[in-house]
């Protein structure tokens, strides 16, 4: 199976903070990345998907980059409707596996 | 309004059975191909199971001969039969639907499914 690794686990950044996540594969997985939000209570929300392309509707100042086995997420300016937890999630083979998540707090 | 609604779930006891059903409005159902992701309390997502279009599907080893995942295209409907339940599938699974390209872009709000005596 393919490990996926997340650092932070958490991470604490005031608004307007540009904010960065990364995601580790343990074998590269080409641009089959996709990246979610998840806010306590809800579905997880598609943001991004393969590596770097912007969901319809998702915010402008998200975006993500990467290949192969190395992949962020940026924030480029901290909002209070951000907190939640991000998770990435490759789609590369069987199978699907997700990082266990990083949870922003807003300062 | 493109959605999906999951029902199905309660409390079980060990060794127990369930059967959760998606419900998917306002998109093509019979050419998508679906997913059954599930999230224990207070951790993370784990992909369970995927059926294609065409009825193909994969499982998840902590699920495989245990779990039968299915659909009603006729009714729209994504179906998870879980038998011989454990305390470790207790979870909030969630269906969701993938894109040909990959992505996994439509969630349902998810059910709970506790596995306890």
């Known amino acids: 199976d393919i490990q996926m690794t997340q650092s932070p686990s958490t991470l604490s950044a005031s608004v307007g903070d540009r904010v960065t996540i990364t995601c580790r594969a343990s074998?590269?997985?080409?641009?089959?990345l996709a990246w979610f939000q998840q806010k306590p209570g809800k579905a997880p929300k598609l943001l991004i998907y393969?590596?770097?392309s912007l969901e319809s509707g998702v915010p402008s100042r998200f975006s993500g980059s990467g290949s192969g086995t190395e992949f962020t997420l940026t924030i480029s300016s901290l909002q209070p409707d951000d907190l939640a937890t991000y998770y990435c999630?490759?789609?590369?083979?069987?199978?699907?596996?997700f990082g266990q998540g990083t949870k922003v707090e807003i300062k | 309004e493109v959605q999906l609604v999951e029902s199905g779930g309660g409390l079980v006891q060990p060794g127990g059975s369930l059967r959760l059903s998606c419900a998917a409005f306002g998109f093509s159902f019979s050419s998508s191909t679906m997913n059954w992701v599930r999230q224990a309390p207070g951790k993370g997502l784990e992909w369970v199971s995927y059926i294609s279009s065409s009825s193909s599907t994969y499982y998840g080893e902590s699920v495989k001969g245990r779990f039968t995942i299915s659909r009603d295209n006729a009714k729209n409907s994504l179906y998870l039969q879980m038998n011989s339940l454990r305390a470790a599938d207790t979870a909030v699974y969630y269906c969701?639907?993938?894109?040909?390209?990959?992505?996994?872009?439509?969630w349902g709000q998810g059910t709970m499914v506790t596995v306890s005596s």
């Open positions: 393969k590596a770097s």
């Open positions: 999630q490759q789609y590369n083979g069987y199978p699907w596996t």
């Open positions: 074998q590269s997985i080409s641009t089959w």
């Open positions: 969701a639907r993938k894109l040909p390209s990959g992505a996994f872009d439509i």
